[in-house]
């Protein structure tokens, strides 16, 4: 069993930054894929950044691009979404999310690939 715990959600005014961070404990990190979705009020869940357990491939959004950034941290079994100019339309509950792999390369960016989620941290972007 997995167990993912994001932190690090808050309010902010446009333009400035946070970092979330999502620990992983239970079966090894090594074994799994990690992303990061989000979902505002009234909107289907979305796909938002995705990490292999190596870190040697990573995916985003469009709407993220050279905003957003996610690395991982094996030693700490921790992922981080460094989001930077933040914008009031990234104002959502995010979420993390594990998928087993099969490679260090492997990377999802489809919800339904990812197996175990965490509980969600509201981002919260002011005007």
């Known amino acids: 069993q997995v167990q993912l715990v994001e932190s690090g959600g808050g309010l902010v005014q446009a333009g400035d930054s946070l970092r979330l961070s999502c620990a992983h404990s239970g079966r090894a990190f090594s074994s799994y894929y990690m992303g990061w979705f989000r979902q505002a009020p009234g909107k289907e869940r979305e796909f938002v950044a995705a990490t292999s357990w190596s870190g040697s491939n990573t995916d985003y959004a469009d709407s993220v691009k050279g905003r957003f950034t996610c690395s991982s941290d094996n030693a700490k079994n921790t992922v981080y979404l460094q989001m930077d100019s933040l914008k009031p339309e990234d104002t959502a509950v995010y979420y993390c999310?594990?998928?087993?792999?099969?490679?260090?390369?492997?990377?999802?960016?489809?919800?339904?690939?990812?197996?175990?989620w965490g509980q969600g941290t509201q981002v919260t972007v002011s005007s």
């Open positions: 999310a594990a998928g087993p792999a099969r490679s260090q390369f492997t990377i999802r960016i489809t919800g339904e690939e990812y197996h175990y």
